[in-house]
């Protein structure tokens, strides 16, 4: 159980187009879904937290007009990369919440990475 | 603020020998979880362990332990009889009253034979 897909797993672009993330909890509700940014050798990074039916809550520095959350249902987030630049290229990760562990536990997605050209 | 601190980048072990991962936090919420995650190569993050600040004795998962120590503000992980496979990025997280978690900076474990 506790099983949360991301699609696409690998994606290029080009410099100026958007790109849309697709992050899904398949065999649970996700009352709270987070997106994460991590950079080769690094640390995830956490973007924002979305919960559905409301605006998504971003981190300080992340800019909301780039990346546009989306928490549609309580299985599905999506997360836009609008007009991206190769700066943009990373790893970027979702997870979700509403596990038995007090809803602190987070399931993972395994991730999409982004390459802008 | 919440801080977590992992000092080790990279340690190497041999297989079936057992490795200890640092973690220390500071957190000023009386409430918390620590996690553990592993990271191989191809990028998932795999939930290995969890303990809840008020949690009285330290987890264990299999093979994998968590040393608890509340008022040292540690949580170390403890992967006993090591195996290849356990070859992998680790990291330690923190939750805070939120669930939002933060992620100390990873250690690369390597398994030799």
């Known amino acids: 159980g506790a099983v949360v897909s991301q699609h696409p797993s690998r994606v290029i672009c080009k410099s100026g187009t958007s790109v849309k993330i697709e992050c899904r909890s398949l065999?649970?509700?996700?009352?709270?879904m987070f997106w994460y940014r991590q950079f080769p050798k690094k640390s995830l990074m956490l973007m924002a937290t979305s919960n559905e039916g409301s605006k998504a809550t971003y981190e300080q520095g992340v800019e909301k007009d780039k990346f546009l959350i989306n928490h549609a249902s309580l299985t599905l987030s999506t997360l836009t990369v609008t007009s991206a630049h190769p700066e943009d290229s990373s790893f970027y990760i979702c997870?979700?919440?509403?596990?038995?562990?007090?809803?602190?536990?987070?399931?993972f997605g395994p991730g999409t990475r982004l390459t802008v050209t | 603020a919440q801080k977590i601190t992992q000092t080790q980048p990279g340690m190497f072990v041999q297989e079936k020998e057992a490795v200890t991962l640092d973690c220390t936090y500071d957190?000023?919420?009386?409430?918390?979880?620590l996690f553990w995650y592993k990271q191989p190569s191809s990028g998932e993050m795999i939930f290995l362990i969890y303990?809840?600040?008020?949690?009285?004795q330290n987890a264990t998962e299999g093979r994998y332990s968590l040393n608890f120590q509340k008022a040292r503000k540690s949580a170390n992980l403890v992967i006993s009889a090591s195996q290849l496979g356990d070859s992998a990025m680790y990291f330690c997280a923190m939750s805070d009253s939120w669930g939002k978690l933060q992620f100390g900076a990873g250690t690369q474990v390597v398994v030799t034979p």
């Open positions: 997870s979700a919440s509403g596990g038995v562990r007090g809803g602190h536990e987070q399931y």
């Open positions: 065999d649970f509700q996700a009352t709270t």
């Open positions: 957190t000023s919420d009386q409430s918390y979880g």
């Open positions: 303990q809840g600040s008020y949690d009285e």
